[in-house]
Nanobody
Framework: QVQLVESGGGLVQAGGSLRLSCAAS????????MGWFRQAPGNEREFVAG????????KYAESVKGRFTISRDNAKNTVYLQMNNLKPEDTAAYYC?????????????????WGQGTQVTVSE
């Protein structure tokens, strides 16, 4: 069984930065791809960024390109989401997810395991 534990959320002013972490455990073949999603109140959960453990290929939502960076530390089994130039519209609960598929999916259904979420709030 794969377990994912997020950390690093908090309150930040617009223009500021935060780094989220996701510590993963469990069989590596069940978590070929790691993704970050977010969900604001009243909204659907949306894809933010994804990365493959092997090779480090990445994919981003258009809304965060150039501001967010996803990375991984294979030795620590940890995935990071560096968020810069944060905007109030980035406010949401952020979730780490793991997929056993080879392709970086952008929908919830393509991910098999989820963390508990961490709140990010960006003030004006």
């Amino acid at each position: 069984q794969v377990q994912l534990v997020e950390s690093g959320g908090g309150l930040v002013q617009a223009g500021g930065s935060l780094r989220l972490s996701c510590a993963a455990s469990g069989p590596t073949f069940r978590r070929t791809v790691m993704g970050w999603f977010r969900q604001a109140p009243g909204n659907e959960r949306e894809f933010v960024a994804g990365i493959r453990w092997t090779g480090g290929r990445t994919k981003y939502a258009e809304s965060v390109k150039g501001r967010f960076t996803i990375s991984r530390d294979n030795a620590k089994n940890t995935v990071y989401l560096q968020m810069n130039n944060l905007k109030p519209e980035d406010t949401a609960a952020y979730y780490c997810a793991a997929s056993r598929w080879e392709v970086i999916g952008q929908t919830q259904g393509e991910y098999d395991y989820w963390g508990q979420g961490t709140q990010v709030t960006v003030s004006e």
